[in-house]
């Protein structure tokens, strides 16, 4: 027995979840999306996993590329997590106006005022339903060690 999509992500909805960008330096400029599904796998090694849809343009260019960072947002960055998730009308590589994005190892862009954000070595991809389980090997990492999260609740960010 199975449910529809519908309820699966009406209940996931009910958790609440820190908002990360992933992103990616694509061949054609930088890319990226809301991640709602970032998380670590082991401390040894520094393991994290992400779940991509595949119809996104940044899945193709994670897999080809074989690298990709995740951002930890923070409060103040609901304009950034909207345009990442599709809901202000910004488009591809315009989204990185919105805030000051650098690098660490790879080359995927890393937003300087991030709670924290993790440089990822693609190690491994595990195909499930329409998403790709990349699982990234971490090169790098940052924390500012302060500030608060944005968080992903029923569908709206708070902060």
């Avoid at 009910?14 to 082991?42: C, K, M, N, Q, Y």
Wanted: aromatic residues 6%; charged residues 20%; glycine residues 12%.
């Amino acid at each position: 027995m199975t449910i529809d999509a519908k309820t699966f992500w009406r209940c996931l909805a009910e958790r609440a979840i820190g908002a990360t960008v992933v992103t990616v330096d694509g061949r054609d400029g930088p890319a990226g999306f809301l991640g709602l599904s970032a998380a670590h796998v082991s401390a040894e090694p520094p393991t994290l996993l992400v779940s991509i849809d595949r119809r996104t343009s940044a899945c193709a260019e994670v897999i080809k590329r074989g690298r990709f960072a995740v951002n930890f947002l923070p409060a103040d960055a609901r304009a950034i997590a909207d345009a990442f998730g599709g809901r202000s009308g910004i488009k591809g590589a315009a989204r990185f106006a919105l805030g000051e994005w650098t690098t660490l190892v790879s080359g995927a862009p890393v937003l300087r005022t991030a709670l924290a954000a993790f440089d990822c070595q693609v190690s491994e991809v595990i195909d499930r339903g329409q998403v790709a389980i990349v699982l990234g090997l971490v090169v790098a990492a940052t924390s500012r060690g302060e500030g608060e999260p944005l968080i992903l609740f029923r569908g709206a960010t708070r902060g």
